[in-house]
């Protein structure tokens, strides 16, 4: 599914990853922890193909080249982010963004470009499932929306877009146990052998719901461990201090 | 149009021939130029005597210069102030020899292959759909009593009404290029709402039978009786070219007893290459009255086009208890120029204006906001709000919001409240990440950022404007 060589990333003259290999294969689910300010958000915005990064290193995604594709064909090349701080965009109407959003990634599979009464089926069958109130997609995109309600918010875009890889970035940060559960529902509920996650996270807790496959710390821009749901188990005891 | 019959025409003074297909007014603005216009329009004495007292009232009046946008020095001597419509066999015989890129902007818009062709001035069949449509609306219009004709046939038709209204709103003498209108208005249209009625249909030029071509100096009267109501579409989306430079248009409304108009406008001239050259000079001079008790005037308009935009749809609030809106979108692209705003002027008692400004500005342009809120000292307990928001794309353009406020009255009360904003990479990653592209992505903000205006539009206006909003602002994020 995905294959990072030797990734670099910079900005503003500071290296942020310098030098990091990961491979994802088809139906797993990754999970990176790691110290505030290690490089987390940034390796999730230069998957996604976010701009002003200089990049070296391999990128590799269903087996072709990602450095030098857009944001926009990535995602719908079925790459998607759940991002940490989803942004407002005042006067846009949240359900009619995704619309937007959907019919552009079926128009580049040569899907036929739903109507809006489908479109709102569709919204309201996955909402139900993940039991989130649909009543926030007829707000302005993230205006006024409550921290857990962004997050919920991006989980069912995830689930409406059907992507194939998904970055979770602190999805899980700031949620009560119940937004929790519909978080972890949501990622569970998606997970199938051709479908793979990478779950950024700072808590154990999320991880006992949604079972990684693989647990890294990611550490100042490098991968300094990785092991399965037992370096989270210690991570949570100990603390980064002892990895390094 | 072609010139071989200007000089015979020149020798001709104002006569007229009957050779209507290629006649042109003598070069130059002159009493003569003047009359031969009121001739051909078949006016009665009482306007061409109107006309010439604005003429001789221009002579002492200079263009003025307060306004951001400079442009070159006009040459009044040079232009023509008449044309007949074209002849069909000076306009192109197909769309194969319109300029594409137009036709490419017609297509992105969802514009009808018929309407394309009217609007890029190729030559269509005597049965044209929008013909046949317009009879059938004026049928309806008539039943109801309502006059909805070109301002040429108001006058000959109407004169009582006419000589009423015309220029109670917009006086002679106001200013230069309203005076100048005044003088050598070719067209325009006239409606009249009789008391009670509310008018069935959103009226527009485009159902205006023999209206397919805009004047240079268009003049619009529209008078809503008491208890009468009246939405008005002026414009269209698609891109308009035209061969005159200066475009100076005046328009009119007046609002009687619990009378409401509803005016909408979407400006789309052309607006000058990438470079800055060529485009329209769009000095419009609009003005409402609220002349009766609880009557309302709302001015939305969504502007684009020209080279320089120039123009304050403005309310006279006369009537207690009157309302007054503006509701404007005015999007800067490449070197196009914006001064745009409006005057609410308070006079009667509990008097309300309401004003929205979404500017936005892109490449090198330059748009500027500017207002009068003005409360009269017998305008007690009356309210303005004003919230003016500017976007800024690119660090090479410039906003500027210019509030001027006069409030005489102690009972009454303005708010201003004003934003400065850039369009901010993280919203269009976002956007980019659902699968947008950048053009996709601006589209979508700046159509957020504009929303409370676009809601104020007709709904098969809303839709087209959405998508203009995004076309006008192409290429403008790299
Ligand atoms: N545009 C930028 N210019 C300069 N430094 C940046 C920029 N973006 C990120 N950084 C720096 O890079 C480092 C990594 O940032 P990043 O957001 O990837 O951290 P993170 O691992 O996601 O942290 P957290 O757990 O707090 O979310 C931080 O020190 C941050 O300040
Ligand atoms: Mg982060």
């Not at chain 1, 990478?198 to 808590?203: A, D, G, M, N, S």
């Not at chain 2, 007229?16 to 290629?22: A, G, L, R, V």
């Not at chain 2, 328009?251 to 052309?270: F, G, H, R």
């Not at chain 2, 053009?439 to 809303?462: D, R, T, Y």
Request: proline share 4%; aromatic share 8%.
């Amino acid at each position: 599914m995905l294959e990072i060589k030797n990734l670099k990333a910079s900005i503003n003259s500071r290296d942020i990853i310098k030098g990091l290999d990961i491979t994802i294969k088809p139906g797993e689910l990754h999970a990176i922890m790691g110290p505030n300010g290690s490089g987390k958000s940034t390796l999730a915005n230069v998957l996604s193909g976010k701009n002003g990064y200089h990049i070296s290193g391999v990128i590799q995604y269903k087996g072709k080249n990602l450095i030098e594709i857009p944001v926009d064909e990535r995602a719908q090349k079925g790459i998607f982010l759940a991002f940490q701080y989803p942004t407002e965009i005042p006067g846009v109407n949240t359900n009619n963004f995704l619309k937007t959003s959907l019919n552009k990634v079926r128009k580049s599979k040569g899907e036929k470009e739903l109507d809006t009464l489908t479109f709102l089926k569709i919204v309201k069958e996955k909402s139900a499932e993940l039991g989130i109130d649909e009543k926030i997609l007829s707000r302005q995109l993230n205006v006024g929306f409550s921290g857990g309600e962004k997050k919920k918010n991006e989980i069912l875009q995830m689930k409406i877009l059907d992507p194939s890889f998904m970055i979770l970035d602190e999805t899980d940060s700031g949620l009560d146990i119940d937004a929790l559960k519909t978080i972890a529902n949501g990622v569970n509920s998606s997970r199938d052998k051709k479908k793979s996650f990478l779950v950024i996270t700072h808590y154990q807790r999320l991880l006992n719901y949604i079972k990684p496959d693989f647990v890294h710390v990611l550490s100042d821009g490098k991968i300094v461990k990785s092991g399965g749901m037992e370096l989270a188990v210690e991570l949570e005891k100990t603390g980064y201090k002892k990895i390094k | 149009m072609k010139n071989q019959n200007i000089n015979t025409l020149e020798d001709y003074k104002y006569g007229f021939t009957t050779d209507i297909e290629s006649i042109r007014a003598p070069k130059g603005l002159s009493e003569n130029s003047i009359k031969f216009i009121s001739k051909m329009k078949k006016e009665p004495q009482w306007m061409l005597d109107w006309r010439l007292k604005a003429f001789n009232r221009l002579k002492n009046l200079k263009e003025p210069n307060w306004q951001k946008p400079k442009y070159p020095k006009i040459n009044y001597q040079d232009l023509y102030y008449y044309s007949a419509p074209k002849s069909a066999s000076e306009k192109p015989k197909s769309l194969d020899e319109v300029d594409p890129k137009l036709i490419e902007t017609y297509k992105k818009l969802g514009i009808p292959l018929n309407e394309q062709k009217r609007l890029s001035g190729v030559a269509v069949d005597a049965v044209f759909d929008s013909v046949s449509v317009a009879t059938t609306y004026k049928e309806e219009l008539t039943k109801k009593g309502i006059i909805f004709c070109s301002i040429s046939e108001a006058i000959r038709n109407h004169p009582d009404l006419v000589k009423k209204y015309l220029g109670s709103v917009i006086p002679l003498t106001d200013h230069y290029f309203a005076t100048l209108n005044s003088a050598v208005f070719t067209d325009g249209s006239f409606v009249y709402i009789p008391p009670k009625v509310r008018c069935p249909m959103e009226l527009s030029t485009y159902f205006r039978i023999n209206a397919s071509e805009t004047g240079q100096f268009e003049r619009t009267l529209i008078i809503a009786d008491k208890g009468s109501y009246v939405s008005y579409l002026e414009g269209c989306t698609a891109p308009m070219r035209d061969e005159n430079q200066l475009h100076a248009a005046n328009v009119e409304l007046v609002a009687l007893d619990d009378a409401e108009i509803k005016y909408s406008t979407v400006q789309n001239w052309y607006p000058g290459d990438k470079d800055g050259v060529g485009g329209i000079y769009n000095f419009v001079t609009k003005r409402g009255a609220c002349r009766g008790k609880n009557s309302k005037i709302s001015w939305t308009q969504v502007e684009t086009g020209s080279a320089i935009t120039w123009k304050y749809p403005s309310c006279i609030l006369q009537g207690d208890n009157s309302v007054g809106e503006f509701y404007s979108i005015a999007i800067t692209n490449n070197h196009q120029k914006a001064d745009t705003g409006t005057k609410m002027i308070h006079l009667g008692k509990n008097t309300k204006s309401k004003i929205i400004s979404k500017g936005i500005s892109a490449g090198q342009a330059d748009n500027t906001y500017r207002g009068l809120v003005d409360i009269g000292k017998n305008a007690s307990n009356s309210r303005n709000f004003t919230q003016c928001d500017s976007l800024l794309m690119g660090n090479k353009c410039g906003a500027h919001t210019v509030p001027y406020i006069k409030n005489k009255n102690s009972s009454s009360t303005v708010e201003h409240e004003a934003t400065t904003s850039k369009i901010n990479d993280e919203q269009l990653f976002y956007c980019n990440q659902r699968g947008m592209n950048q053009e996709e992505a601006v589209s979508l903000i700046v159509n957020g950022f504009c929303k409370e205006v676009l809601q104020q539009l007709p709904m098969e206006f809303a839709v087209e404007a959405q998508k203009l909003v995004g076309i006008s602002l192409e290429g403008s994020v790299g």
